[in-house]
Nanobody, 119 residues
Framework: QVQLVESGGGLVQAGGSLRLSCAASGRIISIKTIGWYRQAPGKARELVAT???????NYADSVKGRFTITRDNAKNTMYLQMNSLKPEDTAVYYC?????????????WGQGTQVTVSS
């Protein structure tokens, strides 16, 4: 059974930084594209950033230049460094990954971590 566990959320003042982590566990052979998404109250879940297995990144316009997505394939862990945070970044952040295991492949989600940015 594959699990994605996020950590690193919290309360921060505007202009501050946070680093989110997402650790994958299970009988993993490989992790393909990884993504971070967020969902603010009353809004739909939106894409924040993605990174392919080859390291190609993509960012939502709203976070370009402020957020950085990275991955450590040896540790099956992905990160989202968030700088210059704004109140509008407040949301529950979720990691997502396509993971190949010894028996199957599939799309997995973490449980989410709350990020709150105060003005």
């Amino acid at each position: 059974q594959v699990q994605l566990v996020e950590s690193g959320g919290g309360l921060v003042q505007a202009g501050g930084s946070l680093r989110l982590s997402c650790a994958a566990s299970g009988r993993i052979i490989s992790i393909k594209t990884i993504g971070w998404y967020r969902q603010a109250p009353g809004k739909a879940r939106e894409l924040v950033a993605t990174i392919t297995s080859g390291g190609i990144t993509n960012y939502a316009d709203s976070v370009k230049g402020r957020f950085t997505i990275t991955r450590d394939n040896a540790k099956n862990t992905m990160y989202l460094q968030m700088n210059s945070l704004k109140p509008e970044d407040t949301a529950v952040y979720y990691c997502n990954a396509y993971i190949v295991t010894v028996t199957t492949g599939g799309n997995y989600w973490g449980q989410g971590t709350q990020v709150t940015v105060s003005s």
